[in-house]
């Protein structure tokens, strides 16, 4: 059965999305006007606090707490040392760069599974569960370049956010400032040298403290899913988050970050409990076909989940012909396999002329302010959503409507039709038995066909899931039900995560 996209935009303070699968819901999301969405926003920031033990620093973007900025996300356009070393260390990391692309693209590639071998895909999934953004999302680079000398090529907006002057510290010596620190396990304790590669750290600050908290790097409950290509699900991390080169041992961040600084910044984890947003400077731009990167030395880049080398020689040829900017960098998506030269060229015109903007803007604002929305959940759900399986997206509320019907044209203009406006007296989550299931969502306990049942306790750490048989009595032996029963959890688990 064809899955629909169901999207409920009767009030103004909130909007709801569902993909539906007959009465199945397979993907949710919602926006409110109290509760939007940071992951992928562009801000521009000051550093308010330099931390030489967590080789890290603070910035206060505007949010409710301050971001946490780790010294390996930070770009060495932004280090206050001579131009000729900064030039060194760009074409260290774009000789890295270049290297690493030479090497992933020298790897035995796996063979496309098809559906018989769902096993083996639902491993590789889980596998790459952890490396996974949520709703994004979870993008972020771009490119900022410090102007301590005069440079008749360099880009204005690079030089204005790059060479802003760091004013004299600000008094940090209050005992209210110190903060009780925990790194997560998975960022791992910075080296001595400051070449921790975490993008984000996990830790948390005393109550009383106004300077607000950094990021965290625990688990998240978002997963990969093959039927819906999505930023952060479809093209794995590393695509767009490529692998830092390690910094030199000479540099520590107390060096060469100072406070008051003034950096351009983009959210890569949302802010949770008393833990502020993670945060980067390499910024990046993502279109439906694929992801510009203005400050990353990558061009030609293919998401690894492509697989089929034709394809993949196609991809390349056409990425050679996109003229991409020194120091930029360009990734096709993997909704942009099967798509035209012309098709992908567009959507890569779409993103440099935001790029623009968000440079004009830039020049524009005084820190901290915000650059660049990730735009709102209808459009992030047609971008990132919707696909060949989905044959028609259903929108209630009049505004809602001609909002997807316009960013449908201008996205893709030969599925427009398949937008349509949903105008009966039934609403239409209570039409397709959406609402029920939307009630109990959030119950602990998810019943199983079988009789048996899932329990999913969340922690700060960690997101725990206990699986019972229950009444599944059915097969012969408790070897024969324990395997049945584990079966259709792991299908039942998966969905719950996406959800």
Not at 104 to 116: F, I, L, M, N, V
Not at 429 to 443: C, D, H, I, K, W
Request: glycine letters at 8%.
């Amino acid at each position: 059965m064809a899955k629909k996209m169901l999207i409920d935009a009767t009030h103004a303070e909130e909007t709801r999305v569902v993909v539906v699968d007959g009465n199945k819901v397979e993907e949710f999301d919602f926006e409110s006007v109290n509760k939007r969405q940071l992951a992928g926003n562009i801000y521009l920031a000051k550093v308010t606090r330099v931390e030489p033990s967590l080789q890290a620093a603070f910035v206060d973007y505007g949010g409710n707490r301050h971001g946490f900025l780790a010294f390996s996300e930070i770009h060495p356009d932004y280090y206050q040392i001579p131009v000729a070393d900064r030039e060194a260390l760009l074409a260290e990391e774009e000789a890295y760069a270049k290297a690493q692309a030479e090497e992933d693209e020298k790897k035995p590639k796996p063979r496309s599974s098809s559906r018989r071998s769902r096993g083996r895909s639902s491993t590789k999934s889980a596998d790459n569960r952890d490396a996974t953004i949520s709703e994004a999302a979870d993008i972020g680079s771009m490119d900022v370049v410090d102007l301590d000398e005069t440079d008749d090529n360099a880009e204005p907006i690079l030089d204005f956010a790059a060479d802003q002057p760091a004013s004299e510290p600000a008094a940090q010596g209050d005992a209210s400032e110190a903060a009780s620190v925990s790194v997560s396990e998975d960022a791992g304790a910075p080296d001595q040298d400051g070449t921790d590669d975490a993008s984000t750290g996990e830790f948390d600050e005393a109550s009383g403290d106004d300077n607000g908290n950094g990021g965290e790097e625990s688990v998240d409950r978002a997963t990969g899913n093959p039927d819906i290509e999505s930023v952060a699900q479809e093209d794995e991390r590393e695509d767009i988050h490529p692998r830092r080169k390690p910094r030199a041992r000479k540099y520590k961040i107390q060096e060469v970050i100072k406070v008051r600084q003034i950096l351009l910044i983009q959210v890569v984890k949302e802010e949770r409990g008393n833990k502020g947003a993670a945060l980067t400077t390499y910024l990046s731009l993502a279109g439906r076909y694929c992801v510009l990167m203005p400050n990353t030395a990558r061009g030609g880049g293919i998401s690894r989940k492509i697989t089929n080398a034709s394809d993949r020689k196609k991809l390349k040829e056409i990425a050679g012909d996109i003229e991409v900017p020194k120091g930029a960098g360009l990734i096709i998506r993997t909704a942009g396999a099967n798509r035209t030269k012309s098709e992908i060229k567009r959507d890569y015109d779409y993103l440099l002329r935001q790029w623009e903007q968000v440079r004009d803007l830039t020049l524009k604002s005084i820190a901290p302010a915000p650059i660049y929305e990730e735009g709102s959940l209808i459009k992030r759900s047609i971008r990132d959503l919707y696909n060949k399986e989905i044959d028609e997206i259903l929108i209630e509320g009049e505004a809602g409507y001609r909002m997807a019907k316009d960013y449908m044209k201008m996205l893709m203009p030969s599925h427009a039709k398949n937008v349509k406006h949903y105008a009966d007296p039934l609403p239409l989550f209570a039409r397709f038995q959406v609402e029920s299931y939307l009630t109990g969502m959030f119950n602990p306990t998810v019943q199983l066909k079988s009789g048996g049942y899932i329990v999913i306790g969340v922690t700060e750490a960690l997101v725990a899931i206990d699986v019972n048989s229950g009444r599944a009595t059915k097969e012969g032996s408790i070897e024969d039900t324990a395997v049945k029963t584990n079966l259709e959890a792991a299908d039942e688990v998966a969905r719950q995560l996406r959800l």
